[in-house]
């Protein structure tokens, strides 16, 4: 066991560490999201995929901001406003706009 001991303390400061990062709710305004489970309506949240500013992907309950609008499943959507665990959300089609914005 000391030799198992001694052999494991230098491989330790060389093998990867896992490293994970966590941020605030609030960091997903003003990101995309896909609508990726259901139709979003007022009243009747759908689940979406967005991507925080580190590349991680979260998973967030979104509805539309206006009473009007709804999003169906694949439709892309930008993220506007949260209500405890709710985003609003408006429709976006990134599609349309030139690529130096994306960038």
Known sequence: LPLTG?????????IPKDETTAIHLEG???QHA???????????PAKA???DHLGQIHY???EPSSD????AQGDEVLLV?????????????????SNWIET
């Open 68 to 71: 009007t609008q709804s999003f």
């Open 28 to 30: 997903l305004l003003g």
């Open 60 to 62: 967030v309950m979104v």
């Open 49 to 51: 995929r967005a991507r």
């Open 34 to 44: 896909e609508i990726v489970v259901g139709t979003a309506r007022t009243g009747s």
């Open 81 to 97: 406003a949260r209500e405890t665990h709710i985003f609003r959300a408006i429709g976006s089609d990134r599609r349309g706009y």
């Open 6 to 14: 001694m052999l494991a303390r230098p491989l330790a400061r060389i």
